[in-house]
């Protein structure tokens, strides 16, 4: 009895110490009861999945065994152009060849890419019996290989079967897919952690993507030693993107309350909404960003900066792919899909690019000061993990406080000043509100409620940042 009794205390306890925001209250260990779906019309469950992942400075030359392990006959390596010519790619090849594995080299990847260069990539997965896929770069090579290597095994699939509703019919990948190997080179999609591939679908203007845990890659190889290549600027976009993705996933909407609830388990999407589990990942992320972003953007040589943020990359990869994102992102694939003629520093490309991760983060203090009414707590803590001063704050600024934040982290790190400095007015906003529209698996779990007038303020309060 005593023991029980010790048990009920300590219930008790986390119980008071609970976040008592309104998106997050009465929740996670109180139980959501296992009522079947034919009645909830919100989920009662979440599920956690992640690739295996191995870290450490020079472990890419275990690529090759592993691929031999495996009883790999023939292997797609995929990359971009610059990278192609880059230590990362070298080492991996040099493994693959120092292990006898035969491979073909598919180094065409498009930086940002679109449904075209995702059916250039498929068409040459296509042209050849590949029985394991290697990707060695970052977000754009890791998910073109994921698309290639789902439509490579699902030849009768037409393109936009597996693409996210509403753009796509968003079928579940039910039929098996090749092992995929990705070695990332930049610290911030965590896509060697997630089953999401991400492209621009160039008839609407609008980003989308591929969401299935089928997707997942079998292993992870970070090596911090890939992310010493990495441009300034390189270094701060991709750092933007780990910091939202951690912002974003701690302040989801959370899972039992995300609908509809799932009448089957495959059917339970990758992003479920904020969960016990991932609120760990995102927030340890965070804390990672804040001690080592700065550091690892101003100094290329920074190996325990940049080893960090490598690090944090996975976790809040963990984090998200599992809990989700919201507004920022969903708000950031039109502003990617609309460019006109921005020209991105440190990226070696030959078409207008707004990065991924520059796209995300400027709509960010908006977004947070918009979404912090329903978890003001969360809000509140990511501002004190950022560096705020929060002891004296109500909790009604949190928002306030948290854009405040994260302006003057952007504003260190030499931030573009809003979107009109990328190219925007307010002329844009209706195309940009119509290219979030779409955007539902992602803005859907905003723990706020929103309308396109909402949007539009948010995208025409982001023009400027200072």
Known sequence: MAGRDRVVSLLRLLERAACRCPAHSNTFHRGVGAASCTVRKTDYAFQMASSNIR????????????LQNLGARNVCVMTDRTLSRLPPVAAVLESLAKNGVRYRVYDSVRVEPTDASFKDAISFAKSDSFDVFVAVGGGSVIDTCKAANLYASHPDANFLDFVN???GKGKPVTGTVRPLIAVPTTAGTGSETTGVAIFDYEPLKAKTGIASRALRPMLGIVDPLHTLSMPERVAANSGFDVLCHALESYTALPYHQRAPCPT????RPA??????????????????VAKYMKRAVRDPEDLEARSSMHLASVFAGIGFGNAGVHLCHGMSYPIAGNVKTHSAKGYSV???????GLSVVLTSPAVFNFTAP??????????????ANVRQVKREDAGLVLADALRCFLSELQVEDGLSAVGYSKDDIPALVKGTVPQERVTKLSPREHS?????????ASMKLY
């Open 350 to 356: 030959e078409h207008p690019l707004v990065p991924h």
């Open 374 to 387: 329903m978890c003001p707590d969360r809000h509140l803590e990511a501002a004190e993990i950022l560096g």
């Open 271 to 288: 992003y479920q909404g904020s969960n016990p589990i991932s609120d760990v990942w995102s927030r340890h992320a965070l804390h990672v």
């Open 55 to 66: 870290y450490g400075e020079g472990v890419t030359r275990e690529v090759g065994m592993d």
């Open 165 to 167: 509703a509403p753009i």
């Open 264 to 267: 089957n388990p495959i059917n």
């Open 452 to 460: 396109e007038e909402d949007l539009s303020r948010l995208f025409e």
